[in-house]
């Protein structure tokens, strides 16, 4: 496969979507089975011995010239936020294939798994890693109680699906699994503003994720007085502006208010419940973990002060994490070999590598991203950065081959 047969590729992945004329595929959504459909057709054509595991990864296997052989990992995640660009996630996976299909069915002495994560982003259920916690063999049972909009539980996704959520026991990782590398788009600013084409993720911030519900009183907007309301909305409002003004002071930090939940959502009705989401980022654990405290102390704060009632419920706690040494230098001289500058960044979007990473050497490579744009439509990158990745991504089999031999 070429660049340009990858980045065509992404592309028509993309109209596999719950939501026609944009981007939208959520954990074991119906696009997700023409996801699967599709790259399993690429994973079959270039050898590789293809299934869905029971968390809904889609595995291709790609054997080794020795029955014994370790295994090597390459991947990332198929689903999508709400109205997402083509490239977020399935990139990685697009470019595992391409680069197995690459070999030309030559063997190495390892084998290769290419992976398409079935959940990274949370947005069904609020809870992200799905995929990559079932793989470490890290997914909390009581994950599968979580339940969307719908009310419809991940449990009962897996068995929609046709799957088997007794199975996921099977879904862990290979004993005899060396490592893992994950290509993927910045998502941010400095690879184009430096006009590089490639950087090697040094280090994933760590990140905080809740879930703050306002719960106030809904009633009549004519004729409550000002004085006599419980508004919900209002009181988040303040809030939001307090998480806005702490990531704003403390260096580093980002801090998001990403999502609102308003009811009963009429326009002649005070708002008697809010649900909000919190995210809270930093490459530093213990100011992240001081962040967030203060965050959801201000939000209780804020609901005594205006007769509120404030629930705070954590949904992740993921320190920061440093990819491997070894790899991450393995990969550093790949760059190298193939005539590219070698830049060192730190990744501040979240990424399956960061879950795998305790219970394997992990690397990634970024892409850049041109003009920054990401969880987006407008979301692209340039096919001679596509061939750079690629390029690279043969080096660094080839030097994995050699160390193996």
């Known amino acids: 496969m070429t660049a340009a047969d990858v980045v065509a590729c992404c592309r028509e992945l993309a109209a596999c979507t719950e939501e026609p004329g944009v981007t939208t595929r959520t954990f074991l959504s119906p696009p997700m089975r023409d996801v699967h459909a599709r790259l399993t057709r690429l994973m079959e054509a270039a050898g590789m011995d293809v299934h869905v595991d029971a968390a809904g990864n889609l595995r ?5 010239t020795r029955a014994d052989a370790w295994r090597f990992l390459i991947g990332s995640h198929l689903d999508t936020v709400r109205h997402a660009g083509a490239f977020d996630g399935i990139l990685g996976v697009v470019l595992g294939v391409a680069l197995v299909r690459r070999l030309q069915g030559r063997r190495l002495p390892l084998a290769v798994e290419v992976i398409g994560f079935s959940e990274e982003e949370g947005v069904r259920f609020g809870i992200p890693f799905i995929g990559s916690r079932a793989l470490q063999g890290t997914l909390d049972p009581a ?6 909009a719908a009310g419809c539980s991940v449990r009962d996704a897996i068995v929609a699906y046709g799957l088997d959520p007794g199975a996921l026991p099977d879904a862990v990782m290979a004993d005899r699994t060396a490592g893992y590398l994950e290509f ?7 690879l184009d503003a430096q006009q590089l084409p490639l950087g090697v993720v040094s280090a994933i911030v760590g990140q905080s994720r809740f ?9 009549h907007a004519g004729t409550t007085p000002m004085a006599s309301r419980r508004d919900a909305l209002a009181a988040a409002a303040e809030w939001i502006a307090r998480v806005e003004r702490e990531a704003t002071q403390v260096p580093g930090l980002v801090a998001t208010v990403g999502r609102l939940d308003v009811l009963p959502g009429a326009a002649n009705v005070i708002p008697g419940e809010c649900r909000a989401t919190l ?13 967030a405290a203060a965050l959801t102390d201000a939000a209780r704060e804020i609901g005594i002060r205006r007769g509120l009632h404030v629930y705070v419920y954590p949904q992740l706690d993921q320190a920061a994490v440093g990819m491997d040494p070894p790899l991450r230098e393995r990969l550093e001289r790949a760059v190298g070999q193939c005539g590219y500058p070698i830049h060192v960044m730190a990744s501040g979007a979240g990424h399956d590598a960061m879950v795998l990473a305790a219970e394997l050497p992990v690397a990634m490579l970024f892409l850049r991203t041109p003009g920054g744009v990401s969880h987006h439509p407008d979301e692209t990158v340039r096919e001679e950065d ?4 690629l390029r690279v991504g043969d080096a ?3 030097d ?5 031999s």
């Open 184 to 190: 993927h788009i910045e998502q941010g600013p400095a």
């Open 400 to 404: 994995l081959a050699q160390a193996a």
């Open 386 to 389: 596509v061939e750079a990745a």
């Open 60 to 64: 291709g296997l790609y054997p080794s």
């Open 211 to 219: 879930r703050v519900d306002f719960e106030g009183s809904a009633n």
């Open 279 to 291: 995210d809270v980022r930093h490459a530093v654990d213990a100011v992240r973990k001081k962040s």
């Open 396 to 398: 660094f089999l080839a």
């Open 143 to 148: 994950v599968l109680e979580y339940r969307d």
